[in-house]
């Protein structure tokens, strides 16, 4: 069973992790590097060219037609971003990527589907994804390595074929969890005829059949939807390790970030979420604040189908916050 992040963060002072590697040495990557290992990473040109066009077809259609949408397509749109992005928080992140929860298998399969509502990758390409930036944050071989800047950590880490240590690094991450899950299996195999369908194909039939939206509208509606789910996941890489503050680990370039709280259903508690990467909640506030993910796993613990959720207790937390915060711990806002 996974539980790199667990044991790295819960009391294993030296953050010294005992890697496997095919040959049985130890990697070079053993610990995270300490400076940026200058290399040479190829430009993607296919990406270069087709992130920006997107995002200006994306844009122009948006301020043009947005006036023309049916109300029902406001409602659907807005309700399968709230259900894709769900997918991502709640399903590969929360759950698959840290375990900070246990899933019966309806609602490993429900998660699943959302995720693919999203587009994004697959999952088992995601989740090693997630567990290489966790276990090198921020260095040479963190694929989104936000010492690098704004513009890499967003979108231009897609835009280059990826850094020598992070080839490396992610070989040293644990999959083996993943690579047993029938769930994943299944979902990764089929996962492009699955991804097309529930992120572009069905969200854009619908409007056009259901309530006569027209296929420029719902076509656009699909694309905007797409493409802010993305920026909302890569805003978490780029503003959450920027700007913010700092109360848990100083020592971290994470931060918490509402406004990204507030797009990413509660991700945005970011320097918590790198101080306590195995907590389902993401975040030390209570009451739901900025986290729908939180809400929408409480409830599905109370309907049966979610259950072990992980949290540390909060004198783990005020611990933690004391030896290394910024010194803003008082600033955590209205905790209890
Ligand atoms: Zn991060
Ligand atoms: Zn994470």
Redesign the pocket.
Known sequence: MYNSTITEYEGNKSRKLTLRTENGKNSILDQPPKENIPAVQPLIWRNIIAIPVLHIITIYLFVTRYNEAKFWTWIFTISYEILGGLGITAGA?RFW??RSYSATLPLKIMLTCFYCMVGQTHLTKWIRV?RT??RYTDTSADPHNASRGFFFSHIGWLMVKCHPAVKEGSKNVDMSDIAADPVIRFFDKYYLPIMFSLCFVLPTLVPVYIWNETWIVSIGATISRYLVTLNAAFAVNSFAHIWGTRPYNRNLKATQNPTVSFFTFGEGWHNY?HSF?WDYKAAELSLYRLNLTTAFIDFMAWVGLAYDLKTPSSEMIDKFCAKRGDGMGLLKPNVK
Request: charged letters at 0%; hydrophobic letters at 10%.
């Open positions: 992140h990527a840290h997630h930036h966790h979420h990467p």
